[in-house]
């Protein structure tokens, strides 16, 4: 503990501050408008607005399967991968913030777990992540100007007639060359190089015998021009031809990390790959549930706070006091952790977070009781806190950390809302022990104990 409380509490009405700024929502009265400055959003990437799930938001959850009939087995999970990314971008493309998308594997069954909060046209949207993906390989047009050689104006590429149904498989692995800053095009080798001297990875690709033939013809006519790979309409890469490529086996090399090697081999591979998604059920949230099940969580939420807090000032008086102003310090921290991570906040997550209210009036509860016992023992009023909270650490210290190893094995193996419940939980008891230990110690060192 710092032996001077007073730099400690200035730190806290600090800490206080920011965070109650940080939880103040949009507001609007009389012409004037709050929002949080462009530089605070510009620092953390993104506005400062609560994270709504699907049943506080509205929107739709579908449980979809995936279709591996014609799947190699040692495909499979990279297959499932790809389709979770194309789902993710697709969703994305609606201007849906914060889906939730996971993968669920069985023994002979692969499924993806969808949830799209906040979406006004739910058809569209379960139209639009059903579909399989589309990969398609594109050359530069013969009348496009020489600009037309970055990839930046993809508007002047056309299909060459090579698509993902002709390429087998795309996948990362270490380079063979020092790697250059261009991506390029050029022949495979037979087996990739392990020397550490030359760092790097690559994108090998392979085409069934159909596909090696468009690809040699493609090759053949842009050497030293660029070829464009659309997924979805969206161009993922654009290297250049480096040599013509015959037998249909080539890789993408440029700078890449492990990663970025990975990615773009997911991305490949969920064009090439022949996953189509069933929506094995699907379940709507209107709005209006939702907007109602956020009113009753926020009474919720101020009745049991309320209760709390008469209880604690009418039972220990003034050390109640300065548990009720702990606790609140507590409720504007733990609000813009959630705010600033941002955690997206269900009805199983709100429920952790009140838990983690109490958890917190728990440790407050131990430590006052201590203090209680060593003044019955006849300690002065300044021995009695020290030993109060010293003897209370462990008991405090224990629960904690046996509380903080059940979330995290919630939020290993939960999914859904399993996760959000352990998350906020989590992070409320975190802050908890924040707000007991630091916070209610230096207020009642300072205004209860008299001598410092």
């Known amino acids: 503990m710092s032996k001077s409380p007073r730099k400690t509490l200035f730190l806290i009405i600090a800490l206080t501050l920011l965070t109650l700024y940080i939880d103040l929502p949009r507001l609007s009265f009389n012409n004037f408008y709050f929002v949080h400055p462009q530089p605070l959003k510009n620092f953390i990437k993104r506005d400062l607005e609560p994270k709504l799930g699907l049943d506080l938001a509205g929107g739709v959850h579908l449980t979809m399967s995936a279709d591996m009939t014609n799947i190699d087995e040692e495909n499979r999970d990279d297959a499932l991968e790809s389709a979770k990314n194309i789902v993710e971008n697709r969703i994305n493309s609606l201007g849906v913030s914060e889906p939730v998308i996971q993968t669920a594997k069985t023994k002979d069954q692969y499924r993806l777990l969808v949830e799209i909060p906040g979406i006004k046209d739910i058809d569209k949207a379960v139209a639009t992540v059903k579909k399989t993906a589309h990969l398609e390989f594109r050359t530069i047009k013969a009348d496009a100007p020489p600009e037309a050689t970055l990839a930046a104006f993809p508007d002047y590429f056309e299909s060459s007639g090579l698509s993902g149904s002709e390429l087998k498989r795309a996948s990362a692995q270490p380079s063979q060359d020092p790697q250059k800053p261009g991506s390029e095009l050029k022949r495979a080798s037979a087996q990739p190089s392990q020397d550490p001297q030359k760092p790097g990875y690559v994108v090998s690709l392979a085409f069934n015998p159909e596909g090696a033939k468009k690809f040699e013809e493609i090759t053949r006519n842009n050497v030293g021009r660029q070829v464009a790979i659309f997924l979805d309409e969206e161009m993922i890469s654009a290297p250049v031809v480096n040599a013509v490529i015959t037998d249909g086996n080539a890789i993408i090399e440029g700078n890449f990390t492990s990663q970025a090697a990975r990615q773009l081999s997911i991305e490949l591979n969920a064009g090439a790959l022949p996953t189509p998604l069933k929506i094995e059920s699907q379940s709507r949230v209107g709005p209006t549930i939702g907007s109602d099940a956020i009113q009753k969580s926020i009474t919720a939420t101020i009745i049991g ?41 269900t009805l199983a997550g709100i429920a952790g977070y009140v838990l983690s209210i109490g958890m917190a009036v728990d440790a407050n509860i131990l430590i006052f009781e201590r203090i209680k016992e060593e003044i019955r023992w006849g300690k002065p009023m300044h021995e009695a806190f020290y030993a109060g ?43 908890s022990m924040f707000s007991a230990i630091t916070v209610s110690r230096t207020l009642l060192r300072i205004f209860w104990v008299r001598k410092i």
């Not at 209760?307 to 507590?330: D, E, H, N, P, Q």
């Not at 190893?405 to 859904?416: N, P």
């Open 305 to 345: 706070l309320t209760s709390i807090a008469v209880f604690m000032i009418f039972y220990y008086r003034s050390l109640g006091i300065f548990a009720v102003i702990a606790l609140f310090i507590y409720s504007l921290i733990t609000l813009a952790v959630f705010k600033l991570i941002p955690v997206t906040l």
């Open 389 to 431: 909270f010293n003897r209370a650490w462990s008991s405090i210290r224990d629960s904690n950390v046996s509380s903080l190893i059940t979330t995290a094995i919630l939020f290993y193996f939960g999914t859904g809302s399993i996760r959000g419940f352990a998350l906020t939980l989590a992070i409320g008891i975190l802050v």
